[in-house]
């Protein structure tokens, strides 16, 4: 077997997922090939053993066609680029166009004209902010206010904000305690910037964390319940800008830690499942940016340079 042969096949089991061959030699076996060894009888033996037979101390590796496929993300066609969903918010223009209303009366130039009347023309700015330190001994939401140190947060948050010098167009907030304060702080550094709560963006456990972590097990119901809602928060608030859409705009989204790393693995397209990989800072602030073509940029993932060391918490 060649050795590029033995790396494919190797490649092959990894790509699986399992363990298909070992290659440790049981025994040291004596040279095989133009000295073969004399026989008794004067006969020399074969100078390689049939291409059926194991060589001695090696299991065969089975066939390649009989290798699962590997992943989408490991294995792509020869020049298909990324492997990106161009129609991940459902707002691609060729899909909003009934092309069974194509027909000869229908020439190119009035498909292309409706393809234009569906064209994000603007790029959005979507701004993650993580609530700042509460009070973690409260038993109901309403006890949940923020600790001294967060409102510090919130307004060092705010300052943060307003100093990029940008025209926001909203505050979308969680209704839970923390985050509701927290926009209460924030939105006093941008003044005249309308603030709009939603229960979608409540905490929640969106969906079972691979690796699984042994401190947090929420019962199934849980991730049942809230992943549809934090799905929902992500399907109905981070897409490509609407046609009608000018300018570019920049929108402020106040909430919490699990919700916004679901998103930023929803909105890149990464496995979800790995949401809990990334940990963001209380009052941090991560930037997504849509644009009109539908893809998307990380610009910044739980941002707190703009603290100094001793504020910077992430409980």
Known sequence: MSFR???ALAACGLAGGSVLFSAVAVSKQPARGGDAEQRPGGSAAAAAPPASAAPPGLLLLPPAASCPPAPGWIERPPGTGGYWDNNWDRREPLALVNLKK??????????????GHCKAKATRHIFLIRHSQYNLDGRADKDRTLTPLGREQAELTGHRLASL???????????????TETTEIISKHLPGVK??????LREGAPIEPDPPVSHWKPEAVQYYEDGARIEAAFRNF??????????????IFVCHANVIRYIVCRALQFPPEGWLRMS??????????IRPNGRVALRTLGDTGFMPPDKITRT
């Open 165 to 179: 010098g940008l025209k926001f167009d909203q505050i979308i907030h969680s209704s839970m305690t923390r985050a």
């Open 102 to 115: 194509k027909n000869e009366e229908t020439g190119e130039e009035e498909l292309a004209s409706r393809l």
């Open 280 to 289: 963001l800072n209380n009052g941090s602030i991560t930037h997504l940016v």
């Open 238 to 251: 981070i897409h490509r800008a609407d046609a009608k859409q000018e300018e570019d705009s920049y929108e």
């Open 195 to 200: 603030k709009i709560s939603t229960d979608l």
């Open 5 to 7: 042969r033995a790396l």
